[in-house]
């Protein structure tokens, strides 16, 4: 379950995509809102991608990590 004010737009093109309507609900306290999207706007200003968070393992955080020090050379 998300501790995040969850989305209550069923009409929003993103929906799917987006972290703040798929979340699972907490079972005890859940906070909803509106987040004003405009009506022939794709997502909000509060659209949280849901594959921003996918957790990588630590080979992929090393292999991250090594390729930011090498960018970070080259400048």
């Given at each position: 379950?998300?501790?995040?004010?969850?989305?209550?737009?069923?009409?929003?093109?993103?929906?799917?995509?987006c972290y703040r309507?798929?979340?699972?609900?907490?079972?005890?306290?859940?906070?909803?809102?509106?987040?004003?999207?405009?009506e022939d706007a794709?997502?909000?200003?509060?659209?949280?991608?849901?594959?921003?968070n996918d957790k990588?393992?630590?080979?992929?955080?090393?292999?991250?990590?090594?390729?930011?020090?090498?960018?970070?050379?080259?400048?």
């Open positions: 379950m998300a501790d995040i004010t969850k989305c209550e737009d069923n009409l929003c093109p993103s929906k799917e995509t309507y798929t979340a699972a609900a907490s079972e005890y306290r859940q906070s909803y809102g509106q987040f004003n999207r405009e794709y997502n909000c200003d509060y659209y949280w991608n849901n594959k921003l990588i393992d630590d080979k992929e955080f090393i292999e991250l990590v090594k390729q930011l020090k090498v960018i970070n050379l080259k400048l």
